[in-house]
Nanobody, 125 residues
Framework: QVQLVESGGGLVQAGGSLRLSCVVS????????MGWYRQAPGKQRDLVAM???????NYNDSVKGRFTISRDNAKNTVYLEMNSLKPEDTAVYYC???????????????????WGQGTQVTVSS
């Protein structure tokens, strides 16, 4: 009942830039943390960047200074601006968010923690 839809992935040359977006939809009361994770073939899913409702951010050391996470609370959207991309950034990027929503047919508040379907980012050397 809470859906996350990512967009903005693609193929880019090393040194290039991409901007990922993730929209959270549903009967949302509030969103706490929003984040981006990535998973390369044969590897575990790792945190790339996270932003809280107070705009406190946290980055994986490998992307500090190159990636910027931001959010638009009015649009329930989180962004990931990726610059100076490297071949090792190639992965499927997943959006994650948690907060409170109203289940169908209810006005009560329930917690959610959801993932998007992922978007492929490929950086060629």
């Amino acid at each position: 009942q809470v859906q996350l839809v990512e967009s903005g992935g693609g193929l880019v040359q090393a040194g290039g830039s991409l901007r990922l977006s993730c929209v959270v939809s549903g009967r949302i009361f509030s969103i706490n943390r929003m984040g981006w994770y990535r998973q390369a073939p044969g590897k575990q899913r790792d945190l790339v960047a996270m932003i809280t409702s107070s705009d406190i951010t946290n980055y994986n050391d490998s992307v500090k200074g190159r990636f910027t996470i931001s959010r638009d609370n009015a649009k329930n959207t989180v962004y990931l601006e990726m610059n100076s991309l490297k071949p090792e950034d190639t992965a499927v990027y997943y959006c994650n968010a948690d907060g409170l929503y109203a289940p169908a047919g209810s006005y009560s508040r329930a917690p959610f923690a959801s993932w998007g379907q992922g978007t492929q980012v490929t950086v060629s050397s």
